[in-house]
C-alpha cells in the first residue's frame, strides 16, 4: 500500500474524484427521452420547407433558427391529431419563449377556412397556426403517419421525432424539453 504523504497530491486526487462523480451523476439524472420518442445519435439535415402562417404569410423552417422547435405535422380530420392538439396548447404555454416554441404545422387542403375554426372549437390560444397545404411537406419531412412530430434544433437540425399522438404536456415530457432546451 503507497502511503501519500503531499496533501497537495491528496487534494488534487480528491478534487478529480469528486468533479468526475459529479459528471457521472448529472449524465445519469439527464432526463431520458420519452415512450416512442426516437432521438438521432447525430443531428439530421431538414429540407428548407414552405409553408404559410395564419396570416398567409410565406414562412420556412429557417423562420425558427436560434430556437429549439416541435414541429407537429397534423390534420383536422385525423382523429388522433385532434385528441393532441389541447396539450400541444399546454405545452406552448408553459414552455413556449425566446428558447423554444411548438409549431403546429397543418396539411389540410382546405387551409385556414378548416384550421381557424377547429382552434375556436377546441380553445386553441397559444399556438400559431401554420399551414402546408400542398401535400409537398409531409413527402420532404418523410412523414409516414399522422401525427408525427419532429424535434428541431437551434441550428435548424432534426434531433428526434415521434410518430403517433403524446400527451406534450406530461410531467416526463415537459422534463425532457426543458433538458434538451437548455443544453441546445
Not at 447525430?42 to 402562417?53: C, G, N, S, V, Y
Not at 380553445?123 to 424535434?151: C, D, E, F, M
Request: hydrophobic share 40%; with cysteine.
Amino acid at each position: 500500500m503507497t502511503v501519500l504523504r503531499n496533501s497537495g497530491t491528496v487534494r488534487r486526487l480528491l478534487g478529480s474524484a469528486t468533479v468526475l462523480a459529479l459528471a457521472a451523476f448529472l449524465y445519469a439524472c439527464e432526463p431520458a427521452p420519452p415512450q416512442n420518442f426516437k432521438l438521432h445519435d447525430a443531428p439530421k439535415p431538414l429540407p428548407e420547407i414552405t409553408f404559410r402562417d395564419g396570416s398567409g404569410k410565406g414562412l420556412s423552417l429557417a423562420a425558427f433558427r436560434g430556437k429549439v422547435v416541435l414541429l407537429n405535422v397534423w390534420a383536422t380530420w385525423c382523429g388522433p391529431c385532434r385528441r393532441e392538439m389541447p396539450a400541444l396548447d399546454r405545452l406552448q404555454a408553459k414552455l413556449g419563449g425566446p428558447g423554444f416554441t411548438v409549431a403546429a404545422l397543418s396539411i389540410d387542403r382546405k387551409g385556414i377556412e378548416v384550421v381557424r375554426p377547429f382552434y375556436k372549437e377546441v380553445g386553441i390560444r397559444n399556438l400559431a397556426i401554420y399551414i402546408s397545404s400542398s401535400g409537398k411537406a409531409t413527402g420532404q419531412l418523410a412523414v409516414t403517419g399522422l401525427p408525427t412530430t419532429l424535434l428541431i434544433g437551434r441550428d435548424g437540425r432534426e434531433l428526434g421525432r415521434l410518430v403517433g399522438p403524446a400527451e406534450w404536456d406530461a410531467p416526463k415530457m415537459v422534463e425532457f424539453l426543458k433538458g434538451i432546451t437548455a443544453k441546445r
